[in-house]
């Protein structure tokens, strides 16, 4: 874990802890171990620390979390690295993160490569830097700059560092080592970064809370670091290390971090499939084809042209084309206009695109993605077609949200080749892509769906067959619930309020305002058999018409819509239905706990490989909130046995297609967990 080797009078100390040099038990015994030999070693007269491998260190051991461990801990690690007698210097590489890092602000000196990547990236697990991170950065950086880092979380590369003093000098990577020792041997005394002291103006603090206060909103984590940093700035190192530690403590108990620390683990486990070899050959994907240029297929396209891959795009008629090739660019364009590309990369990017109207262009793709609207016979004959056209090989991929991937791949002599990409729209925005498995599916194609998905930066999730997959299934009874309360009394902000309180950016009726009030419609404006079919035949098909549920000003910001009301007591009145009061729990149950249940039997029925999946799914796809975990983690956190208890209670509201999970049942009686024995 630590290994050691003196070069001539300079000890150098490697981190070696695969896959991320994590900093568990051992490896801070080993290195307390080691630099408290050093001390003694007369030979020893500098020490320089290092990682092994790609990088110095992800931090400490996240699993270690709200277990007991071993002494030392890493802040008592960190301090006795910094009161060495003797000069410690950090040689970093590749990634030097939270207690990477802290590690790294302990050492007298820092020597990095350009490209390293530096930060303290606690927040997003709900955490501060809890090893002196927010009492060391602020005096070496400043506050205004610590601040940044450690509640944005993001990191900064070496070069950035450099430039702000956070390393004292950069390095190659091939003469990192050398480098750092001899200019370790050059130092006479340790340059604690305890003994210097850093002030600020009080009013930095509220500011900066003031300007971050919709990003920070209802999150624990954000401001404890900001109480951490400004105990920096007026505090001695020891009580601000106190404070730190206090706050620290605070936020690993509480729910928030474990749940955000669930997530990180949730989002890891999701790139594994189960049963499926290491050493499975990919498919080999270097052009893709898409077929359809409408708002899906322009947004497929784009995370290709992104990525480098080139993307053929093809449409039946030149107008549909131009459409969609234009409106690519314009969306480039828009985010060049934001400083996030540069007019050269928006270039590349539509160079890699080839517009067709001739679906024989796909015959050299490696992958054809269809992105045409809902409709399985449209899709049948594509794939039909598709099959004449495309190479032996490539892979065939729907883009269906809802229907049957087996059904699909019948049409086709090819059902091995055949997979679902369900992308989620904005497509080149959203991180969700569910890769349906077919019955028939090859396991390498089902792997390089995955891996692909990773190359273009989605959050790939596994889903087995069934009508809406994981997140869409798990959407309807929560669409339906929503609608029908508005039928039965409720106003749609009193239904959106539940889960804007739990944390979402939108309630449901917000959400089928953006998505369209017209999606699935009929389009016949005499045949209303639902609120829905109401708002429609009116011309309120949400925010693109200026209102749906709710009005929209310009900027889109929603308001009560007298017309909406109007519209919905109507059909009420027609279906002879007498308003009510509904309670917040009953919301909850028709809203939440219905996704839950439906979540439970996916589950069970094995269209999702685990529990955590499903969290995933619904924190990369539908806003759940990060910091609950997702639906399937807060359902364990609200307790199983009361969720049931209370789609118990309102079983009848629940509509004539509900039944009760036996998995959720079972769990909730026995005291079980959704996530099997090692529970959430
Ligand atoms: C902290 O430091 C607290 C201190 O301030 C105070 C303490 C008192 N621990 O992401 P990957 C596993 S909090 C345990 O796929 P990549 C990961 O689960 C920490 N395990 O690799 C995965 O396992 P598996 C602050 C960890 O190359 C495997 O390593 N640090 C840790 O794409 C590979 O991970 C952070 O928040 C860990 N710290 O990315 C950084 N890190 O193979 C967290 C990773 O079984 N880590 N694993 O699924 C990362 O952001 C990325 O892992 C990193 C590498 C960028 C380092």
Redesign the pocket.
């Known amino acids: 874990m630590i290994k050691t080797q003196l070069h001539d009078d300079v000890l150098e100390v490697v981190i070696d802890n695969p896959?991320?040099n994590?900093l568990g038990a051992r490896v801070r015994q080993g290195l307390w171990a080691a630099i408290a030999d050093a001390q003694t070693d007369t030979a020893v007269k500098a020490i320089v620390i290092r990682g092994a491998g790609k990088?110095l260190s992800?931090?400490?051991?996240?699993?270690e979390f709200g277990k007991t461990t071993a002494e030392p801990?890493?802040?008592e690690l960190v301090d006795a690295i910094e009161a060495s007698a003797k000069p410690v210097v950090a040689a970093i590489h590749g990634?030097a993160?939270?207690?990477?890092l802290?590690v790294a602000l302990g050492c007298h000196y820092r020597i990095a490569t350009a490209n390293t990547k530096l930060g303290?990236?606690?927040v997003?697990?709900g955490?501060l830097?809890?090893?002196g991170?927010t009492q060391r950065l602020p005096r070496v950086i400043g506050v205004e700059a610590a601040l940044d880092m450690i509640v944005s979380g993001s990191p900064i590369s070496g070069k950035r560092a450099a430039d702000i003093g956070l390393v004292d000098r950069l390095a190659e990577e091939g003469t990192l080592l050398a480098e750092a020792i001899s200019f370790a041997r050059a130092l006479d005394a340790p340059r604690r970064t305890g003994d210097v002291s850093v002030s600020a103006d009080p009013a930095i603090f509220e500011a900066f809370a003031a300007q971050n206060a919709r990003k920070i909103a209802g999150l624990d984590a954000p401001s404890a670091c900001i109480k951490a940093v400004r105990a920096a700035s007026e505090l001695p190192i020891g009580q601000g290390l106190e404070k730190e530690r206090a706050l620290?403590a605070e936020l690993v108990a509480g729910t928030q971090s474990k749940a955000l620390r669930h997530v990180?683990?949730a989002e890891?486990?999701a790139a594994k499939i189960d049963g499926m070899p290491k050493d499975i050959a990919m498919r080999s994907i270097d052009k893709v084809g898409v077929i359809g240029a409408g708002t899906m297929g322009g947004g497929i396209s784009m995370n290709f042209l992104s990525a480098g891959i080139p993307v053929t795009i093809v449409e039946m008629a030149q107008e549909a084309l131009d459409r969609g090739v234009s409106t690519i660019r314009k969306n480039y364009e828009a985010t060049a206009a934001k400083g996030r590309l540069t007019a050269d990369q928006v270039e590349k990017a539509m160079s890699l695109l080839t517009p067709s109207l001739a679906f024989d262009a796909l015959a050299d793709c490696d992958l054809v993605i269809e992105a045409v609207y809902e409709n399985m016979d449209v899709k049948k004959d594509i794939f039909a077609r598709l099959d004449g056209t495309a190479k032996p090989g490539a892979m065939l991929a729907s883009n269906t949200s809802y229907l049957s991937v087996d059904e699909i791949a019948t049409a086709t002599k090819r059902p091995q080749d055949v997979l679902g990409l369900h992308f989620f729209s904005p497509a080149n925005i959203m991180k969700l892509v569910e890769v349906v498995r077919g019955a028939e599916t090859a396991p390498e194609v089902l792997a390089t769906g995955m891996d692909l998905a990773r190359r273009i930066g989605k959050a790939p999730v596994v889903s087995g067959v069934c009508y809406g997959f994981i997140g869409n299934r798990m959407l309807t009874p929560r669409l339906d619930g929503a609608i029908e309360m508005l039928v039965e009394g409720a106003t749609p902000d009193q239904v959106d309020q539940v889960s804007v309180a739990l944390g979402m950016p939108m309630g449901p009726l917000q959400m089928i305002d953006l998505a369209g009030v017209d999606i699935g419609w009929h389009r016949d404006p005499t045949r209303i058999e639902s609120v829905r079919d109401a708002l429609n035949a009116a011309g309120r098909w949400g925010q693109k018409t200026g209102g749906g549920f709710y009005d929209y000003d310009e900027k889109r910001r929603p308001s009560a819509s007298a017309a909406a009301q109007a519209i919905v007591e109507q059909f009420r009145t027609e279906a002879g239905i007498a308003p009510r009061e509904i309670t917040d729990e009953e919301i909850v149950a028709r809203t939440l706990y219905a996704i839950v249940n439906e979540g439970a039997k996916i589950l069970e029925e094995g269209i999702a490989q685990r529990a955590s999946d499903i969290d995933v799914v619904w924190l990369n796809g539908y806003g759940w909130p990060r910091h609950t975990g997702g639906p399937m983690f807060w359902a364990e956190q609200v307790g199983l046995e009361k969720v049931v208890d209370t789609l118990n209670r309102y079983r009848d509201r629940l509509g004539p297609g509900f039944s009760l999970s036996p998995l959720l049942a079972q769990c909730a009686a026995q005291g079980g967990s959704l996530f099997g024995d090692a529970g959430a």
């Open positions: 896959p991320v994590a990088l992800g931090g400490a051991d996240i699993t801990g890493l802040p990634i993160l939270g207690g990477g802290e303290l990236p606690e997003t697990l955490l830097p809890g090893a991170g620290f990180f683990f890891r486990a």
